[in-house]
């Protein structure tokens, strides 16, 4: 099977290299390697295999017959897994967890790091810096308020009762997206005194770089699902260079690459995005076949 990018439905503002069409790649990817093991056969997977064809990010080929799945939670969490965008308790979460959770992106090939209070501090007034900035940029904003919808034909878009309040003590900078919240919303309500934020990294910053970063990020939280967690992706300050240097915790013995930064907790599941059936994706990706 291969997954190849959708270069139609690209952020030519906000992502212009590619990088989280990338991740978003990455994290199919992963989908599809818990649901072949999960049916009994061994995924071999393959990054950026054809390099005379650019938008083929990644194919994956069907093994021999393996044993029964060894997560088979993460398949079931598959089903079950959306960002929620709304107000997250002071639960505090169990050190196992987090244990887990850690060795699930370097499972993938990519390092998730929990900064310390003063340094959350800091990563999220990076994130509200870069929320204003692409708040007061015309293009960016544009190609937000784009994607917020209600579900259609398409089943693409994020509904509007999907985003979510804003934090009333503007601790936790959600993105605004520029559109009008659902009226049975509340337009803010307080979030967490004390979020818990993770930052997912990677050694170098390439494009397979990126696939690996998506794969991890999604194992993290098809597992965070899997154990009650709800998460949301503060991906504001990643689409702006100078923000993103910052965002990898400091001090480091490491230079990595920042590839998302993640709040995690217990709260509401939160109303999920529509997703496109197998039938239609399949006779779309057969129309756009070259005859």
């Known amino acids: 099977m291969e997954i190849r990018a959708a270069p139609d439905h690209g952020l030519r503002h906000i992502d212009p290299t590619g990088r989280a069409l990338h991740l978003s790649v990455g994290c199919a990817l992963l989908n599809l390697r818990v649901a072949v093991a999960h049916f009994g056969w061994e995924p071999v997977p393959r990054l950026l295999p054809r390099p005379d064809e650019p938008d083929l990010l990644a194919a994956v080929r069907f093994g021999g017959t393996a044993g029964a799945s060894s997560s088979p939670r993460l398949y079931d969490a598959v089903w079950r897994r959306h960002s929620s965008r709304f107000p997250f308790s002071e639960r505090p979460l169990p050190a196992a967890v987090l244990t887990e959770l850690a060795e699930a992106a370097h499972s993938e090939g990519a390092l998730l790091s929990r900064p310390v209070p003063r340094e959350t501090d800091r990563l999220l007034q990076l994130t509200a810096?870069?929320?204003?900035?692409?708040?007061?940029?015309?293009?960016?904003?544009?190609?937000?308020?784009?994607?917020?919808?209600?579900?259609?034909?398409?089943?693409?878009?994020?509904?509007?009762?999907?985003?979510?309040?804003?934090?009333?003590?503007?601790?936790?900078?959600?993105?605004?997206?520029?559109?009008?919240?659902?009226?049975?919303?509340?337009?803010?309500?307080p979030f967490e005194k004390r979020p818990s934020i993770a930052v997912l990294s990677t050694r170098h910053d390439t494009r397979a770089d990126w696939l690996r970063a998506g794969q991890a990020l999604e194992r993290v939280l098809l597992t965070a699902t899997a154990h009650g967690l709800r998460a949301s992706l503060l991906h504001q300050a990643l689409e702006w260079p100078d923000l993103r240097e910052q965002l990898v915790p400091w001090p480091s013995d490491r230079r990595d690459h920042a590839q998302m930064v993640i709040r995690l907790g217990?709260?509401?599941?939160?109303?999920?995005?529509?997703?496109?059936?197998?039938?239609?994706?399949l006779a779309e990706g057969a129309r756009s076949v070259p005859r």
């Open 129 to 189: 810096e870069a929320e204003r900035r692409s708040t007061a940029d015309a293009d960016r904003a544009g190609e937000s308020r784009l994607w917020v919808r209600d579900p259609n034909h398409s089943d693409l878009g994020v509904p509007p009762e999907a985003l979510g309040p804003h934090d009333s003590r503007e601790q936790v900078p959600m993105r605004d997206f520029g559109a009008q919240r659902h009226p049975a919303v509340p337009a803010s309500r």
């Open 266 to 281: 217990y709260g509401p599941q939160g109303p999920s995005s529509p997703r496109r059936g197998a039938s239609r994706t």
